[in-house]
């Protein structure tokens, strides 16, 4: 068998009856199982059947598209990124939907493979031309490409690459193609965020949440229904994971959250309000029972999510609705720690120098919160030594 379609091969360098050579490879690469195939094509070079692309017959791509399809199917992902990089970057940017989707398809299967995934990561101008790819106008060339860079969320090696600024030029480069691309580009953001905590937090450093965000106002149904599922997803690591991923659930949810003074509009109020009452059905409550937990790290990563809500008017509402919150806040004793001691004032901090908390929290607290602002992070009430009468 290896030696009939090494003889196709061969056949094939000659310009004479070129269709019909290509056909009967496919036909003799189809009468093989893949799983067969792999001995019989490995060493081949299969760089003729490439060049072959480049040609103005339909028929012929068609046919070295089906070919390349069933023979790079049977090489393992680091054969391929070792020795077809340069091809693979050039299917991406041809001109023919068939040869682009091949392209994206087989860096696909690299980037998922923990062993080749490397070839790619250090090929800067293969990984640029797959984040164009999302603009592309046949919508199955761009939802391939999409897929092929959400597998990069896989690990921690492939996000800190993928959201180095040399790359996420080409990202905002591509945003600004149309409307349409930048929607495409944000379900890409939401793919990586559901991944993992971690991906998550990445997607959101990066600024692409925020912009996301500043644009779920309207009829965007498919992508909100996404990115709530996101949020549910972290609300239940937050709650039942790891002591490290329930941290990280946590430092995320706070990021989301996050609105500066400049960003609260109306609308985007109404946005993170709607994402915080996702988190559970009674989300003030289940933060409080986690800062209460035993582990600092989780104390202060509650003590970040109250901080997030804390500027925002819906966030002071729920707080002085909810019994014993004030106390608990103003309560130094409930933040034993260092770390946790700033936390606690950080939030602290925020309820102070909002707009809004005077009249939803009323002035006795603001009144609290003020003197235990000034009094500092680390103040310790004096506690004044009772004599009692024969002591020493």
């Known amino acids: 068998m290896a030696a009939s379609i090494e003889s196709l091969l061969n056949e094939i360098s000659s310009v004479d009856d070129l269709v019909e050579k290509l056909q009967s490879l496919k036909t003799v690469l189809h009468s093989v199982p893949v799983n067969t195939l792999r001995d019989a094509v490995s060493g081949q070079r299969l760089g003729i059947i490439f060049s072959l692309l ?31 990089k340069a091809e693979l970057q050039g299917g991406v940017k041809h001109n023919n939907e068939a040869v682009k989707i091949l392209a994206l398809t087989q ?34 060339v761009a939802k391939q490409a999409i897929k092929c860079l959400s597998k990069l969320s896989h690990s921690k090696a492939s996000l800190d690459k993928l959201f180095q600024p040399d790359l996420l030029k080409p990202i905002k ?22 991944f993992s905590p971690i991906s998550f937090g990445y997607c959101v450093n990066s600024g692409l949440v925020s912009q996301l965000l500043s644009e779920l106002t309207g009829d965007d149904v498919l992508i909100r229904r996404k990115f709530k599922a996101v949020l549910v997803r972290m609300s239940h690591h937050a709650s039942t994971g790891a002591t490290e991923l329930r941290v990280r659930s946590l430092e995320a949810i706070a990021q989301l959250l996050t609105l500066q003074p400049e960003q609260q509009t109306d609308d985007l109020l109404a946005l993170t309000e709607s994402w915080f009452q996702l988190l559970s059905k009674h989300p003030m409550d289940m933060i409080q029972q986690i800062s209460t937990q035993p582990f600092p790290e989780l104390h202060c990563s509650a003590l970040c999510i109250f901080t997030a809500i804390a500027s925002q008017p819906w966030g002071q509402r729920l707080m002085i609705s909810t019994p014993g919150f004030m106390e608990f806040v103003l309560d130094r004793s409930t933040s034993p720690s260092k770390d946790a001691k700033d936390a606690k004032f950080e939030l602290i901090g925020a309820l102070v120098s909002s707009s ?37």
């Not at 598209?65 to 680091?78: N, Y």
Request: glycine share 4%.
């Open 173 to 194: 480069e591509v945003m600004a193609v149309s409307d349409v691309v930048r929607y495409r580009v944000y379900e890409l953001v939401v793919e990586i965020s559901s």
């Open 54 to 84: 480049n040609s103005n017959s339909r028929e012929q791509v068609e046919l070295c598209v089906d070919i390349l399809e069933r023979i790079l199917l049977a090489l393992s992902p680091v054969f391929l990124a070792q020795n077809y």
């Open 107 to 140: 860096i696909g299967r690299i980037v998922e493979h923990p062993e080749a995934v490397n070839e790619i990561l250090n090929n800067n101008d293969l990984l640029c031309a797959v984040i164009y790819a999302i603009g592309e106008e046949k919508m199955s």
């Open 356 to 392: 809004s908390a005077a009249e939803i929290l009323g002035s006795q607290n603001c009144l609290r919160l003020k003197t235990y602002l000034r009094e500092g992070p680390y103040y310790v009430t004096a506690v004044a030594a009772v004599g009692t009468e024969g002591a020493n």
